[in-house]
């Protein structure tokens, strides 16, 4: 059903360090129109260049995620992120006039709490959602890490953490879609290791590290004079081991915030997919390379879909997301005129369609009484049927609604249908719906055989007699 793009109603700013660079940055936020999607925009630069936050342009995954457009870079954009898509906001413009945004507290929490002030409005355009409809998965054996996602009608996150610390222990963290954002995941900081941050410091890393913005996990005793000696080199007064393992720098939020960062990011990292998503994710271990590599997958697989040489896989085995008296909700059409057997797949752009060409079909008495062929017309209003379902899926009551043919145009007859063929429609938006006027390009399959493809628009109008 519908579920409108968000962006926000008025610009809204921050500043801060980057943790890598150590550069005081502004950020700003600004509203967007809709299917305008996640940008960031370097005002620091002559031309003002935009970095499209999508997967296709991460460049760097070490402790952060960089994206790159055109030879130019933004670090450590995961918290950014995190806290867009944890809202719901879709369509956003982020100016930076530096290189990095700020890591602030080492969460979300501080840009979520900003974006909500700056007022979260529908707009006109349906959020168009990818349903995963197989299981997609990154592994990386050697180190343990595992991620997958699989076929669900919403999105959840669910993550395990296990580092061999007796500090940490094993861990584990949820995400549903009623998850209360700023509430149960937002405030999750950063975590390290206490014998990395020397490491990193040597690495010319983490200039704007402190130790407010992360929690420091100390896994072995270490004499107060080596405490001392890092304490003075992020300029902090003396710091001491607490009881549970962690300096005394900073109060855990929840026993497991390790773990809830660690989901954080990878809500920011599949954030870069260019589409909400439906499905549950199982992370095992994860990090930001390993995220990004799932979000590649996913990513992937969209365009695959999106292809015209992609070629539908039905499980026959599976049962249909509509049979044939439930589509009878959705379509005025009655037999010997339905001719919808069943839907398969259906989200906010695209759906997939069945029907069983059957001998007993009236039409096939005389078309043709010796060589029985499904008629060209048909095989259309069979399509156009698969199609009036989508559209007539973005309004709340759609049996009060009808589809009217408005234009047929480049159709193409690849093969004969005939008895005991099953039709695979597959049809996709062209354009978003506006002012009721829908255009989708649709193909017609017979096991992997394309057998005719068409682009056909409709208009939806209320049904009078309703």
């Not at 349903?131 to 699989?150: F, M, P, T, V």
């Not at 405490?227 to 003075?232: E, G, K, P, Q, S």
């Not at 829908?438 to 209320?462: D, R, W, Y």
């Amino acid at each position: 059903m519908s579920d409108k793009q968000r962006t926000i109603v008025h610009p809204v700013k921050l500043t801060g360090r980057g943790l890598h660079t150590g550069y005081e940055v502004e950020i700003h936020f600004k509203p967007a129109p809709a299917n305008h999607g996640y940008k960031f925009q370097r005002t620091d630069l002559k031309e003002r260049p935009i970095i499209k936050a999508h997967v296709d342009n991460v460049a760097d995954t070490s402790r952060g995620t960089t994206l790159e457009e055109n030879g130019v870079r933004v670090h450590t954009i995961e918290h950014v992120m995190a806290a867009l898509r944890g809202l719901g906001i879709d369509n956003i413009l982020i100016e930076l006039n530096g290189p990095e945004a700020p890591i602030l507290d080492g969460s979300s929490r501080k840009y979520a709490e900003t974006l909500r002030e700056a007022t979260i409005e529908e707009q006109d355009e349906e959020r168009a959602y990818y349903y995963i409809k197989e299981k997609i998965e990154y592994r990386d054996d050697e180190n343990q890490i595992e991620l997958a996602i699989y076929p669900d009608d919403q999105l959840s996150i669910q993550v395990l953490i296990d580092y061999h610390s007796k500090v940490l222990g094993h861990q584990y963290a949820n995400f549903e879609e009623n998850t209360d954002f700023i509430q149960e995941l937002a405030p999750s900081r950063t975590f390290v290791f206490f014998h990395e941050l020397e490491f990193l410091l040597k690495n010319n890393l983490i200039k704007g590290g402190d130790l407010e913005n992360a929690i420091v996990i100390m896994e072995n005793p270490v004499a107060q004079e080596e405490l001392d000696r890092i304490a003075d080199l992020f300029n902090k007064p003396r710091v001491k081991v607490k009881p549970e393992g962690v300096l005394n720098n900073v109060d855990l939020y929840y026993t497991n915030e390790p773990a809830r960062h660690k989901l954080l990011d990878i809500l920011g990292d599949i954030g870069l997919i260019g589409r909400p998503i439906k499905g549950r994710v199982i992370a095992k271990k994860p990090g930001h390379h390993a995220n990004t590599q799932l979000a590649k997958k996913v990513a992937h697989q969209i365009k695959k879909e999106a292809s015209e040489d992609y070629i539908p896989r039905v499980d026959h085995n599976q049962p249909p997301l509509l049979n044939v008296n439930q589509i009878k909700h959705y379509l005025p059409h009655r037999p010997p005129f339905l001719l919808v057997d069943n839907i398969l797949e259906m989200d906010q752009s695209s759906i997939i369609g069945l029907k069983n060409v059957t001998m007993n079909e009236g039409f096939f008495v005389g078309h043709f009484p010796e060589e029985p062929l499904m008629p060209g017309v048909l095989q259309i209003e069979a399509m156009a049927q698969v199609g009036g379902i989508l559209a007539l899926n973005t309004v709340p009551d759609p049996e009060n609604y009808l589809t009217y043919f408005l234009k047929i145009d480049k159709v193409r007859f690849k093969r004969k249908v005939v008895p005991g063929d099953t039709l695979i429609f597959r049809l996709i938006l062209k354009n978003p719906i506006r002012r009721g006027i829908v255009t989708m390009s649709g193909q017609a399959f017979v096991g992997e055989q394309e057998v005719m493809e068409g682009e056909l628009t409709a208009q939806i109008t209320k049904n009078t007699q309703a």
